[in-house]
């Protein structure tokens, strides 16, 4: 079992450029979460999928900021017109359903750290 | 909304001494959240350390120990006799078991570094 694939795991984007960070799950796990992690505000929620539908989006910031999940093998986290506030490792997680009493552990992947010049 | 607070920045402990890592939690969209503690080891990725469900429950890992209070909302990270391999980043974190989400709110985390 690789774990959780994320790709690059380093990018460097010039303001105004977009941005696509890639997430491979662990095969089986039917949730994904997309977390982002900065010095300021921590590791902050972004968005999570179950059965590759969006369920909770609540963390996403309204504008610039989209993520899909095509089929069960990865889910894409894109930034247009990128910030330097959006500099920040981008998290991406999953588990086996995610949700419920006793939730399933997340499994984290080694995330993406995305610097914007 | 949901929120932690642990013990800011670092910590540092001398081998075989004991430690105690604070965390509070706080939320009003559920009554009974999952609490859970994650460590990043140096050069590794977030990985989950121990997990309690049930108020009054207590959890144990790689002899880390947390108990669920519900009356404090607390959920503090002890361990009686750390290791040089212990030292890393600690977070504290709070699932909402709550209808169509299965999110979690993490604290800032805290650095461990255990002296020999």
């Known amino acids: 079992n690789a774990g959780v694939i994320q790709t690059p795991r380093h990018k460097v984007t010039g303001k105004g450029q977009e941005a696509t960070l890639w997430c491979e799950p662990i095969s089986g796990h039917s949730a994904v979460f997309w977390y982002r992690q900065t010095i300021v505000q921590g590791l902050e929620f972004l968005t999570y999928?179950?059965?590759?539908?969006?369920?909770?989006d609540s963390g996403m910031p309204k504008e610039r900021f989209s993520a899909q999940m095509p089929n069960q093998s990865h889910s894409t986290l894109k930034i247009q017109s990128t910030q330097p506030q959006d500099s920040a490792v981008y998290l991406c997680?999953?588990?086996?359903?995610?949700?419920?009493?006793?939730?399933?552990?997340?499994?984290f992947g080694p995330g993406t750290r995305l610097l914007v010049l | 909304g949901d929120s932690v607070t642990q013990t800011e920045g670092q910590v540092t402990v001398s081998e075989s001494k004991s430690l105690i890592i604070n965390c509070t939690y706080s939320t009003t969209s559920i009554a009974y959240p999952n609490l859970f503690w994650y460590v990043r080891y140096p050069g590794e990725g977030l990985q989950l350390l121990l997990k309690?469900?049930?108020?009054?429950q207590k959890g144990s890992s790689r002899g880390f120990e947390a108990t669920y209070n519900k009356e404090t909302t607390s959920f503090h990270l002890q361990k009686a006799s750390v290791q040089e391999s212990d030292s890393a980043v600690y977070y504290c974190?709070?699932?909402?078991?709550?209808?169509?989400?299965?999110?979690?709110?993490f604290g800032h985390g805290t650095i461990l570094r255990v002296h020999p």
């Open positions: 974190a709070l699932g909402n078991t709550g209808a169509n989400t299965g999110k979690l709110t």
């Open positions: 999928f179950r059965n590759q539908a969006p369920i909770d």
């Open positions: 309690v469900i049930t108020a009054g």
């Open positions: 997680a999953s588990s086996l359903e995610g949700w419920g009493f006793n939730q399933d552990t997340q499994y």
